[in-house]
């Protein structure tokens, strides 16, 4: 926070800015959403377009890496395949496919990961989530020759796909209930806490009681859409039957 910016002036703030606009710029904060995902969300952002309608719009990847890897795949338009394989040959095959800027998780083994940023420069991109990176932004490009990584503040990227899916602007095209059951139960594995740091100053963060790859894959999602320079639009969707 500036020092110059007076007490009356950060409470004016508060009262008429959004909130999330409020912390990232008067506080030089980060935003994390109350909202929360459930069940009945999801399945309420499942809509039923011609895919056809997609043709021609940059592709985004997000996986995250663990004995499987969890992968979320879509566009502007929404997110047309969620799934898990442990085949890094089947990861390549859908960003070959659908040519989809990729954002993959480093850890807990960068040794694959690096191997695909380095054979496709430009396109995949390793995510080091951190506690806090110190900007007002929840991710940051770290572009190098053979080395391109994103830093991501893990909990406040999360508070915005939280907001995304909760403002439908995530819908999910064409996939069935059965197809999102694993998807689910993922994020009913998060919850908030609060926590102090090593200064003892109080922050919220997101914990999990269970696997959580998906929240993840989605968050990596959600910042590889951002690196093809594509977003979220206001379109109007036919729900599904």
């Given amino acids: 926070m500036a020092p110059w910016i007076t007490a009356e002036e950060l409470i004016y703030s508060f009262e008429t800015k959004p909130t999330d606009i409020f912390y990232n710029y008067d506080l030089g904060l980060p935003y994390i959403s109350d909202n929360y995902i459930d069940e009945q969300i999801i399945l309420d952002r499942i809509v039923s377009i011609n895919r056809e309608e997609m043709i021609g719009m940059p592709y985004a990847l997000g996986v995250d890496v663990g004995l499987e890897k969890h992968y979320f795949l879509g566009n502007a338009k929404g997110i047309v395949e969620i799934g898990s394989t442990k085949d890094w ?112 100053i109080e922050r919220k963060t997101w914990k999990n009681s269970g696997a959580d790859h998906f929240v993840h894959a989605t968050s990596f999602f959600k910042v590889a859409l951002k690196k093809c320079g594509a977003g979220f639009g206001t379109i109007t969707y036919a729900t599904a039957a």
């Fill in 89 to 200: 040959a089947e990861i390549e095959r859908i960003m070959n496919t659908y040519k989809a800027t990729t954002v993959i998780d480093i850890k807990p083994d960068p040794t694959e990961p690096r191997k695909l940023a380095r054979k496709y420069p430009g396109k995949v991109y390793l995510a080091n989530e951190m506690d806090l990176i110190k900007d007002k932004e929840s991710f940051v490009f770290k572009d190098k020759a053979g080395h391109q990584q994103v830093n991501i503040e893990r909990d406040a990227l999360i508070g915005e796909v939280i907001d995304d899916i909760s403002n439908h602007k995530m819908p999910f095209v064409n996939l069935t209930p059965y197809q999102l059951k694993g998807y689910i139960a993922h994020w009913k594995n998060i919850y908030s806490a609060t926590i102090k740091d090593r200064r003892g």
